[in-house]
């Protein structure tokens, strides 16, 4: 089974609009962390937002926040005033404390239209 | 401060020639982590290194591909007698203890022809 899945390969969004990047997960694990990153073009992966699996409150950075339900086993990733530069793949990850690894989705493909 | 730095930024290469990628991670940061991105696709984990532990080299595709870190600092990644599948961007990450945030190099795009 998949340990991250991101159904999204490509989503479009209004300049200013708010948009959801879905990310749903896959662990039998108490203890792990999930984790929002950007590739712009350019390749660089770039870090956006943590939540841990013990945090309560949904993480926020700025723009980003993750609307993490823990039930669900999901951790979806709300950009809000999209700007032009937000157009980039996005990536959902998580790592369990169990093992070394971190288990990447294979990204959303995110366009902002002016 | 600086960040992860990855070189060759690319390199082309025959099939069947050796290549040596190089990664240096954020000074300070106890764990290094390679991954493979091919065109389009997610993250590839290939090895992982924490402070002067084993590595985990579980995500190795093949014994063609190895993997060093000096020091606790510098990785190389050596992939001997390369095939064309090779082809792909190698990303290099570092964090500061396990399981903490990483942060990412730019890369190196290999290319086998």
């Known amino acids: 089974a998949q340990k991250i899945t991101q159904t999204q390969p490509g989503m479009f969004v209004q300049e200013k609009e708010a948009v959801t990047l879905d990310c749903t997960y896959d662990?039998?694990?108490?203890?792990?962390?999930l984790f929002w990153y950007k590739q712009p073009s350019s390749g660089e992966m770039i870090f956006l937002i943590y939540?841990?699996?013990?945090?309560?409150q949904n993480a926020t950075e700025g723009r980003y926040s993750l609307n993490f339900q823990k039930a669900r086993k999901s951790a979806n990733l709300v950009i809000s005033a999209s700007q032009l530069g937000d157009s980039a793949m996005y990536f959902c990850?998580?790592?369990?404390?169990?093992?070394?690894?971190?288990?990447f989705g294979t990204g959303t493909s995110l366009t902002v239209i002016p | 401060g600086a960040g992860v730095s990855q070189s060759p930024s690319n390199k082309v290469t025959e099939k069947g020639k050796d290549v040596e990628l190089r990664c240096d991670p954020i000074?300070?940061?106890?764990?290094l982590y390679w991954y493979r991105q091919s065109l389009g696709q997610g993250l590839e984990f290939l090895i992982y290194?924490?402070?002067?532990?084993?590595?985990?080299k579980s995500g190795l595709p093949s014994d063609r591909f190895s993997a060093e870190r000096t020091g606790g600092s510098v990785s190389t990644l050596t992939i001997q007698r390369t095939q064309q599948e090779d082809s792909a961007v190698y990303l290099c990450a570092s964090s500061l203890m396990s399981g903490d945030t990483q942060y990412f190099g730019p890369g190196t795009r290999l290319t086998v022809l």
């Open positions: 939540q841990g699996s013990y945090d309560e």
């Open positions: 990850a998580m790592r369990e404390y169990t093992g070394n690894q971190f288990y």
């Open positions: 290194f924490q402070g002067n532990s084993a590595p985990d």
């Open positions: 000074s300070g940061h106890t764990a």
């Open positions: 662990t039998s694990d108490q203890s792990y962390g």
